[in-house]
């Protein structure tokens, strides 16, 4: 064997042990961030606001671990947040909602339902036809979602103290109109979040009638307080009342909203409100993606 094939043998053993090497200590780096990633979501409710601009999305962790999306906001922005917040490895998400059909709450679902795993598909189904709700529901048939429509109340338990009330407004004849959105109540590990999507004033009464209605309020919730609320139809005036306010006893209300919008979100009458009662306000279009963390 002449030098030069020595010489080629030896750097060809050097190239694999530092492959080896590398491969070695990416395996350990794998390793060691799943668990990490495992242990920071064990036992821990996590939700986060996504910054998706002008539209709602909402991702949730369970202390049990199982994952939800609610909305899916207005693009393909989604992707990337979920590429923020969720491990690249994890393509499944248990629970896909979304509140209506607006494309600011449906339009990056498309992609989603192609790209991940989506166990169940959660809806209000209503009356409203667009092209791209097409296209969603054409997407969502295709896949292996199990089609999960709220007609008028349901209930989701993950644990003995961890649940979601659900509510259609059909229910509480609320006239149907493109804002009706499905009403999400989590309460979870000692913390309580409503989710009213596009709701407006009409809705907010009716769920403080149905509240004060002891004999049929359990359909729903008997007990608005809530720890977090996020502001109905973007912190817009038709919604987010002072009446309903004070009744969720809200600390925090979490406005999702785009920067510099064409709608004028959230409306100035509103952060006043929220101010002259005290309550946090966080938005999406000055603080980014606001998490909160129930641990």
């Known amino acids: 064997m002449t030098k030069f094939n020595l010489i080629k043998q030896f750097r060809t053993r050097k190239?694999?042990?530092?492959?080896?090497?590398?491969?070695?200590?990416?395996?350990?780096?794998?390793?060691?961030?799943?668990?990490?990633?495992?242990?920071?979501?064990?036992?821990?409710?996590?939700?986060?606001?996504?910054?998706?601009?002008?539209?709602d999305a909402v991702l949730i962790r369970l202390p049990s671990g199982q994952t939800i999306l609610i909305d899916g906001g207005p693009d393909n922005i989604i992707l990337r947040r979920l590429g923020e917040y969720l491990p690249f490895y994890q393509r499944r998400l248990d629970y896909v909602f979304y509140s209506h059909y607006h494309a600011d709450h449906i339009g990056g679902l498309v992609e989603i339902i192609k790209r991940y795993e989506v166990n169940n598909l959660v809806y209000a189904p209503g009356d409203y036809s667009s092209a791209l709700l097409d296209t969603l529901e054409q997407s969502a048939a295709a896949s292996q979602a199990n089609d999960m429509p709220i007609i008028s109340t349901a209930q989701i338990n993950f644990s003995d103290d961890c649940f979601l009330n659900l509510l259609n407004p059909r229910l509480l004849q609320v006239p149907a109109d493109q804002n009706n959105s499905l009403v999400i109540y989590l309460n979870c590990a000692g913390k309580k979040f409503l989710f009213s999507g596009d709701n407006n004033h009409r809705v907010e009464q009716a769920l403080l009638a149905l509240s004060a209605d002891q004999e049929n309020c359990d359909r729903f919730a008997c007990d608005l307080w809530v720890d977090v609320f996020k502001a109905s139809h973007h912190g817009s005036k038709t919604a987010n009342s002072e009446e309903f306010l004070l009744a969720l006893q809200v600390q925090l209300l979490v406005i999702s909203v785009g920067v510099d919008n064409r709608f004028g979100h959230p409306y100035p009458a509103t952060l006043e409100r929220a101010k002259s009662l005290g309550i946090i306000v966080k938005r999406t279009d000055l603080d980014g993606t606001i998490s909160f963390d129930g641990s």
């Open 15 to 55: 190239i694999r042990l530092i492959l080896f090497i590398l491969l070695v200590i990416f395996s350990i780096l794998l390793v060691w961030s799943l668990s990490l990633y495992s242990e920071r979501g064990r036992g821990r409710l996590l939700v986060n606001f996504l910054d998706i601009g002008q539209g």
